[in-house]
């Protein structure tokens, strides 16, 4: 710790702010993600048809 000089908690706790913050953002878009799937095979189930021709 004596390498980050006088300023380490600030600098550890910018880190681990970063880290937290991009891991909400990355179970946020994991949670949507599963979200729309589900509510696209819900309008697919109920007859409604994708636009965009044949989308392996």
């Known amino acids: 710790m004596d390498m980050l000089g006088p300023h380490a908690g600030f600098i550890l706790a910018a880190y681990l702010a970063?880290?937290?913050?991009l891991g909400g953002l990355a179970a946020v878009i994991v949670?949507?993600?599963r979200a729309q799937r589900r509510a696209l095979a819900a309008l697919e189930e109920r007859?409604?048809?994708r636009r965009g021709?044949?989308?392996a």
């Open 53 to 55: 021709g044949n989308v």
């Open 47 to 49: 007859g409604a048809g």
């Open 31 to 33: 949670l949507d993600r």
């Open 18 to 21: 970063a880290a937290v913050i």
